[in-house]
């Protein structure tokens, strides 16, 4: 008897029969592992280009093999489990905190959280004690009378006033800011929000505020504190935000950052009333670093307008040169963005232009936009004065009976660009692509101050205002570009198609990262920046089929592979294919993966400890008995 199956194989092939290819697990086995390796890019067009920003990962299994002794069939039964994920798989942190150098020091640390806020699905305000209250949905209207409406009880927002007088005298550099999340509810934490908020200086009622962010009976300071100076930003999906050694956040003595206002936007997709106190951690130091952090905001939210029906609408966006020719000579380091959009968002560019309007480098590309997994990208680019900066946005809106405006309301829109940079920059926090009025907020010049000759119990927002713009039609854009848009050429495989052995040496320890997509399922990843390879495996608890996709959150349009283990002749099953409808996957003409096997294995009940079979392809059999 051979040690190894595929030894056999090589010294005897047509010696092969079933009492040699065997599951040695047979009747014991508990999970199904696929593993494989694939380019970035593939240049065939049934491929899903694994993306440097976000990835939309969907899974499924079945529990029992299909039947054909063919990988091309369509017979395969149906799913037991499904699923997606959205995961940075090109990420030195693939849940998408900004990949700066950890902290590893004792800081000091500050705490910005809301009091006990109750978000009530109920119709009626209500205050109740220890600091709970009732937040409306909010939607600030076009032309409507009144700016604060309840577009949706499935939308709440709550701001808070923070005042940092009590410190000393000494400026401080923020060096970390990271989410502090209530227990359980992390998925109806939308984002949050701080902003700089000067005014509260001598409000005390505006400083110690907690309640709702907009309204005749919101203190005006508050008001005015929204869509103002961003200090610090955290989104549904991301972890913390951690900035690079050459920079901090000023706050303390000498600067604007004594008072601030945090905004809380909840998403309450099920109507369950629940209670929350979540917040942001600063850790922060008395030893500054050679310069001070900025946060610039850029995109279109007034005048947004898609009609309902629409497959892929798109809306350009830009930041004029009138807006950056203020910055310092040499310009600003660019180091982090976040894209954002709702929930009709399917994908979201950034790019900087020069002056002439010529790209110079992408600030984000975000080709498979996911509303719940908003987080940084990492960044090294340099603007300079007079350059523009050009966000694209594209919105679906089938399904949709009326118009989709901007709003900030969950099926409101919005399409934006936050960029966080260094140095400071005097008039750099906003700019806003507007074409028309906005209810109750004054538009005014970027290039304006926008707290010089304000009437009395104004609210301004700052905007580039631009006549006649259309915000579906780009004739006047540069195109966005993204790392997918130079010439792909086509290139040979990396190694061998299927491998053979026991377990196809599965180790752990082989990849760099490790993602439980359900209770069920465990994916398993690297990724080589040189070579533009990913290496992957999947580990699943079936003895049936696997499924594991690359697409855009759901099943059509997806790059999926399918594997599986032959009840009857042991050899695996895989096969490269592409989904054109909600139907199994029709299988590609170019087979763009190599490095695969499948086996089957007993696993403890954790699905560790695994002992797996001997891998054998169904190529090679046929090969044996030829």
Not at 313 to 336: D, M
Request: aromatic share 10%.
């Amino acid at each position: 008897a051979c040690a190894l199956l595929v030894l056999c194989i090589l010294a005897n092939p047509k010696a092969i029969g079933e009492k040699l290819v065997r599951k040695l697990t047979a009747g014991r086995a508990t999970h199904t592992l696929l593993k494989f390796k694939r380019y970035y890019r593939t240049c065939d067009e049934g491929d899903i280009d694994i993306s440097v920003a976000t990835n939309r990962i969907i899974f499924a299994s079945g529990d029992s093999a299909p039947s054909s002794k063919s990988s091309s069939t369509t017979s395969v039964p149906y799913h037991s489990s499904r699923g997606s994920a959205s995961l940075r798989l090109r990420s030195a942190d693939p849940t998408g905190a900004y990949g700066g150098t950890p902290l590893d020091t004792p800081l000091l640390t500050m705490d910005f959280k809301v009091d006990d806020v109750l978000v009530s699905s109920e119709t009626t305000s209500l205050s109740a004690g220890s600091g709970s209250i009732y937040i409306a949905g909010t939607q600030v209207t076009e032309g409507g009378a009144d700016a604060e409406t309840v577009k949706s009880l499935r939308t709440s927002y709550v701001c808070k006033g923070f005042s940092l007088e009590a410190l000393d005298d000494d400026k401080y550099h923020g060096l970390q800011f990271s989410p502090m999340l209530t227990e359980g509810n992390g998925a109806k934490v939308h984002h949050i929000l701080l902003y700089q908020c000067p005014e509260m200086a001598g409000d005390a009622e505006a400083a110690s505020y907690q309640g709702r962010c907009w309204g005749d009976d919101v203190p005006l300071t508050v008001r005015r504190c929204n869509f103002g100076t961003i200090v610090a930003a955290w989104a549904i999906g991301g972890g913390p935000t951690i900035f690079p050694p050459a920079a901090g956040m000023p706050f303390g003595n000498g600067v604007e950052n004594k008072h601030l206002l945090m905004e809380v936007h909840y998403d309450n997709f099920d109507g369950v009333n629940f209670n929350d106190s979540s917040g942001l951690r600063m850790f922060y130091t008395p030893t500054l670093r050679p310069n001070d952090v900025g946060v610039m905001y850029t995109g279109a939210l007034p005048g947004i307008d898609i009609p309902p029906g629409e497959e892929s609408y798109e809306l350009n966006a830009r930041c004029p040169t009138l807006c950056t020719t203020h910055l310092q000579e040499g310009g600003v380091k660019i180091f982090s963005s976040i894209l954002h959009a709702h929930t009709a968002g399917r994908a979201i560019h950034a790019s900087l232009l020069d002056s002439s309007g010529n790209f110079k480098a992408s600030l984000g590309s975000e080709p498979y936009y996911d509303f719940n997994f908003q987080s940084s990208i990492e960044l090294n680019v340099t603007m300079n004065a007079g350059d523009e900066i050009h966000t694209t946005c594209q919105f679906n809106t089938e399904g949709k009976s009326e118009n989709t405006k901007f709003g900030l309301a969950t099926d409101d829109e919005m399409c934006l660009t936050y960029l966080w940079y260094y140095p400071l920059q005097p008039k750099a926090d906003r700019c806003i692509f507007a074409n028309v009025d906005i209810a109750n907020y004054e538009l005014t010049s970027i290039t304006d101050n926008p707290y010089d000759n304000r009437e009395e119990g104004s609210v301004i927002l700052p905007v580039a205002l631009c006549e006649n713009a259309n915000f579906a039609v780009s004739s006047h854009l540069p195109p966005s570009q993204t790392d997918g848009d130079a010439e792909c050429v086509k290139r040979a495989l990396g190694g061998d198609m299927y491998l053979e052995g026991v377990g196809a040496a599965f180790d752990e320890a082989n990849y760099m990262f490790e993602s439980a997509l359900d209770e069920n399922y465990k994916m398993y990843w690297s990724y080589d920046e040189e070579e533009e390879v990913l290496s992957v495996a999947a580990k699943v608890k079936t003895t049936g089929w696997v499924g594991l996709g690359f697409g855009r959150g759901n099943m059509i349009g997806s790059d999926v592979v399918l594997g599986w283990v032959d009840d009857a002749d042991g050899a695996y099953y895989f096969s490269d294919r592409f989904a054109k409808a909600n139907v199994v996957p029709e299988v590609d003409e170019s087979q763009d993966y190599w490095g695969v096997s499948v086996v089957q294995g007993s696993c403890d009940e954790d699905g560790e400890n695994c002992n797996w079979e001997q891998a054998v392809s169904a190529e090679a059999l046929l090969l044996a008995q030829a």
